[in-house]
């Protein structure tokens, strides 16, 4: 095991626990992507709006329904 391979490890144990297991560069959008064919936008929450402007109409109840 290298020196890299280590530190990496030390920062991934130190970091703050994320609300779901995906996470990283292109997590939120691939969070979006199922969220968006599992539930069809019910249960976005406010921060992937930016992403589908159809789901703005949904943000209230995804206010609601919202379980982070």
């Not at 995906?22 to 406010?46: A, D, K």
Request: glycine share 4%.
């Amino acid at each position: 095991m290298t020196f890299f391979n280590q530190r990496e490890n030390r920062l991934r144990i130190e970091k703050p626990p994320d609300h779901t297991a995906i996470s990283g560069r292109y997590g939120l959008w691939i969070r979006f992507l199922l969220l968006h064919q599992t539930t069809g936008c019910q249960s976005i929450n406010r921060s992937n709006l930016m992403f589908d402007p159809l789901c703005v109409k949904n943000a209230e109840t995804s206010r609601r329904s919202f379980v982070p």
